[in-house]
Every structure is written in structure tokens, then in C-alpha cells.
């Protein structure tokens, strides 16, 4: 595929760990490359990169698609690049990239990319139905659940157990890394049901959005952990009514997109967790009592990452011991994790315990898989899309409403759907035992 790689058409729209994205204007699209550290002189080559992306997008197709819906889930269509190429875009985008990510690059040789669609803009077809700036909110939700059978044993203290495991992570790098200042946020509060919660957790991503939370009006950043604005002075053109906070109206918008069922079905991958299997983390906010037990709707975007999330029931110990029994028969660079490729769905997905047609060696690899897939789901990213609305009255799943009636056009998308490394369980079973020791002191 041919693109139009000039200081005119690309532009920076932001990176993660591994990725930078660069935005294509006249194609509306978005180009993801990867990034390598500057010291790493073994890099990865282009063919080897391109067999990578090939099963990256065959896991997409045939795991994240049918799990977390058709609807949410776009197959990315790589493309070649030249050394020349990568080299503007490096001179391109490199003025814009905050200085604590600049110790990784893409490296300038002959590679591949991952083109994308723009989430930053509504689709076609709703494009002629919206009018005046369109915001786009890309929240990094991390792990949504504390459940009780994935903590170790009772040598560890009562209090170190109360804290999920971001907040868990952020006590850690307060504490021993020095890293301020820790988030407030709570990923058990957005994915509580709760709108008082709700509303709390993304007042806390405002508060510190670290690199959970990025606001984009028109395509433009305007919000980040590195970029800040008055918020209310630049939501003004957005809302026509001025009769309570902007930013509270953007709040209650983006709860109401998060808690909308989405037509398309997903492939059912759980089993029902009674309310008994979910601890309240200590950080989380106090529940409102005048509603009752609260829910995540069935079928809206967070329950459908929360349910591929919940697919790791298991504590690290045990996953780790089960790593071990599969890793004789695979490294890092294979697409398959023992028995199973990462790109077909096992049998028996979702079932705690082995199933009586299961041999030991498939079970280890079934549940090894499973965890491993519940990490891409904890570190994917939910993009939202918000327009005001303008036209006839029409019937359409793709329209929310505020306090006032007015109508919004929405769009959604599930990304950074990037698998991990079966390297991961090793690491998390090295810190686990770090982070709650970091817990253990803490006051509630």
C-alpha cells in the first residue's frame, strides 16, 4: 500500500511503550511502528519483524475479534517502510516526543508498520449526522478486578491483600522507586457500575492521567500526563450548555458511552463470578448506597474487556509452575504457547478447573494461554469518540444523550491489542511478592 509520507500529511499522535503513532491526515489513518531502545544493537530484522506483525494480526483476528466483538476490534494491514522513510518520520515527529520517552526509537532501516483506522475520528457513516469539534478520550482502564483466590497465602499480612493490582503497582514506585505522584485512581471504580465511582475514577485520571488518560479535540491533543489545558475553557465550544461544569458534562457522557450494550455478541468466555469471588481494593472509593448492588451492563465495552480480563483466575505461583511444565517446547519467538497457537481460542476457554478430556500438558498450556490473553486485555486501551449531534431524529445505538437532551454521536473502538511475551508471568512472579511487601504498611 502506498503512502503519502511528507511533514505535511504525517503527524505525531502519541506512543506507548513499544509503539510510536503517527498520524496520516489525507488517508485518515494512523501509522504504528515500533520502537527499540537506543543501547540495543541486536534489533530485531525486517522479515522477522514482519512474521511478528503477522501473528499479531492473526491473534487479532481470530482471539481479540471473536471475544471482544466484531464491532470494537479492527485488523490492523501492515505496510513497508525504507530507511529513508523512517528516517523523516523520526525528523517529523522527534520535536514532539515528550523526553521521557525518547529512549527508544524506530530504528532507521528497512522495516514494516501497522496501519490503522483514526480513532480519533468518528466512522463514515456517522460523520454526516455530527457537527461542530469532535473529542476523542483514550482511557488505559488496567485490571478491572480484585478476586480473592489470586492472592498468596495468609503469611502475608490482611492489609497488604486489600489493594488491587495497579494501585498495588503505584504504593511500589511511591515507595521504593521514588516515582510521584501516585495516582488516586482506581481501576475497580470504573469497572464497579457505580456511577458515584465512575465519576470518581475519571476525576482521578484527570487528576494524574499518567498514561491512562489522553483527551483529543479535533485530532489534537489537548489533555495528557504531559500536556495540560484549562479543560473547562476548551470543552466550551463542545457543550451549548453552560449551566454545570464542562468537564462534569464530559464525565457523565464518557460513563454513559462505557456502560452502553453494544449490538454485536462476543464468543461467551466466562463463567459467572458471585459477588463473594470480588474484594474491594482499600483505594477504591465508597460505594453509593442509595442504588443498591451496582453492575457493569451486559455487553458494554468494560464488561466485555473485564470478562477477557477475568480469564487469569489463577494466582502467579501457579501459573508460573504451569509455565514451567510447557517451556520446554517453546521460546519467545514462537506463536505458540505450549499446545495452543496464540491465534486459535483453546477448548474448555474460561473453565477453572482441567476438563476430563484434557491431558496435563494441555490444561498447563490452556490456562498459561489464558493468562497471557487476560494481560493483552489489561493493558489495551478503549478509544471513544463524541460529536454533537445534528439531524432528523433517526433510531441508532451510536447516539447518547445529557443531562439537558441533548443528543451526542458516538464511536468506540478496543486497541493496543498487542500480545505479550510468555516472559511476562516470570516477571509478574518476581514482583508480585515485592509489591505486596511495598502493601504491607500502608494505612487505609
Known amino acids: 500500500?502506498?503512502?503519502?509520507?511528507?511533514?505535511?500529511?504525517?503527524?505525531?499522535?502519541?506512543?506507548?511503550?513499544?509503539?510510536?503513532?503517527?498520524?496520516?491526515?489525507?488517508?485518515?489513518?494512523?501509522?504504528?511502528?515500533?520502537?527499540?531502545?537506543?543501547?540495543?544493537?541486536?534489533?530485531?530484522?525486517?522479515?522477522?519483524?514482519?512474521?511478528?506483525?503477522?501473528?499479531?494480526?492473526?491473534?487479532?483476528?481470530?482471539?481479540?475479534?471473536?471475544?471482544?466483538?466484531?464491532?470494537?476490534?479492527?485488523?490492523?494491514?501492515?505496510?513497508?517502510?525504507?530507511?529513508?522513510?523512517?528516517?523523516?518520520?523520526n525528523s517529523i515527529v522527534n520535536l514532539m516526543r515528550?523526553?521521557?520517552?525518547?529512549?527508544?526509537?524506530?530504528?532507521?532501516?528497512?522495516?514494516?508498520?501497522?496501519?490503522?483506522?483514526?480513532?480519533?475520528?468518528?466512522?463514515?457513516?456517522?460523520?454526516?449526522?455530527s457537527s461542530g469539534p469532535v473529542l476523542s478520550i483514550e482511557i488505559k482502564p488496567k485490571p478491572g478486578a480484585l478476586l480473592a483466590e489470586k492472592f498468596f497465602d495468609s503469611s502475608h499480612s490482611e492489609q497488604s491483600k486489600l489493594f488491587c493490582h495497579f494501585c498495588r503497582k503505584q504504593i511500589y514506585k511511591m515507595r521504593v522507586d521514588g516515582v510521584s505522584p501516585k495516582s488516586s485512581y482506581c481501576p475497580t471504580d470504573l469497572f464497579s457500575g457505580c456511577p458515584k465511582r465512575m465519576q470518581h475514577a475519571l476525576k482521578m485520571l484527570l487528576q494524574t492521567p499518567q498514561n491512562n488518560l489522553r483527551i483529543f479535540k479535533d485530532q489534537k491533543i489537548i489533555y495528557s500526563n504531559e500536556k495540560r489545558c484549562d479543560l473547562e475553557e476548551t470543552l466550551c465550544g463542545f457543550f451549548n450548555d453552560s449551566k454545570y461544569s464542562c468537564v462534569d458534562a464530559l464525565i457523565k457522557l464518557v460513563i454513559a458511552v462505557l456502560l452502553n450494550p453494544i449490538s454485536c455478541k462476543p464468543k461467551e468466555i466466562f463463567e459467572a463470578l458471585n459477588e463473594c469471588d470480588i474484594l474491594t481494593c482499600a483505594n477504591a472509593h465508597p460505594e453509593c448506597i442509595e442504588s443498591g448492588f451496582h453492575v457493569l451492563p451486559r455487553d458494554c465495552v468494560l464488561q466485555r474487556v473485564l470478562n477477557l480480563q477475568l480469564l487469569d483466575k489463577l494466582d502467579i505461583q501457579t501459573v508460573?509452575?504451569?509455565?514451567?511444565?510447557?517451556?520446554?517446547?517453546?521460546?519467545?519467538?514462537?506463536?505458540?504457547?505450549?499446545?495452543?497457537?496464540?491465534s486459535e481460542i483453546p477448548p474448555?476457554?474460561?473453565?477453572?478447573?482441567?476438563?476430563?478430556?484434557?491431558?496435563?500438558?494441555?490444561?498447563?498450556?490452556?490456562?498459561?494461554?489464558?493468562?497471557?490473553?487476560?494481560?493483552?486485555?489489561?493493558d489495551c486501551s478503549i478509544m471513544l469518540v463524541l460529536s454533537n449531534y445534528e439531524g432528523e431524529d433517526i433510531k441508532s445505538a451510536n447516539l447518547v444523550s445529557d443531562d439537558f437532551g441533548n443528543q451526542y454521536m458516538f464511536s468506540m473502538a478496543v486497541l493496543d491489542l498487542d500480545t505479550k511475551p510468555l516472559s511476562r508471568i516470570e516477571k509478574h512472579y518476581k514482583r508480585t511478592p515485592l509489591w505486596i511487601q511495598a502493601c504491607s504498611n500502608v494505612s487505609v
Not at 515528550?98 to 532507521?108: D, G, Q
Not at 508460573?320 to 495452543?340: A, F, H, P, Q, V
Request: glycine share 6%.
Open 348 to 378: 474448555h476457554l474460561g473453565e477453572k478447573q482441567k476438563a476430563k478430556s484434557e491431558s496435563d500438558y494441555q490444561y498447563a498450556s490452556r490456562k498459561v494461554w489464558e493468562f497471557i490473553m487476560a494481560l493483552v486485555a489489561k
Open 320 to 342: 508460573y509452575s504451569l509455565l514451567n511444565m510447557i517451556r520446554k517446547s517453546n521460546d519467545e519467538t514462537s506463536n505458540s504457547i505450549g499446545c495452543y497457537s496464540r
Open 1 to 89: 500500500m502506498f503512502l503519502k509520507l511528507t511533514t505535511d500529511n504525517c503527524e505525531y499522535r502519541g506512543e506507548g511503550n513499544t509503539g510510536l503513532v503517527i498520524c496520516l491526515k489525507k488517508e485518515g489513518k494512523v501509522l504504528r511502528l515500533i520502537k527499540q531502545e537506543g543501547s540495543y544493537e541486536n534489533a530485531k530484522n525486517a522479515e522477522r519483524l514482519l512474521h511478528q506483525m503477522e501473528n499479531e494480526i492473526l491473534m487479532i483476528k481470530n482471539v481479540m475479534k471473536p471475544l471482544l466483538g466484531n464491532d470494537l476490534v479492527n485488523c490492523p494491514v501492515i505496510v513497508a517502510l525504507q530507511a529513508d522513510d523512517v528516517k523523516l518520520l
Open 98 to 129: 515528550p523526553s521521557n520517552r525518547t529512549h527508544k526509537n524506530v530504528k532507521e532501516e528497512k522495516t514494516y508498520g501497522l496501519l490503522l483506522p483514526d480513532y480519533c475520528t468518528l466512522p463514515a457513516e456517522l460523520k454526516s449526522y
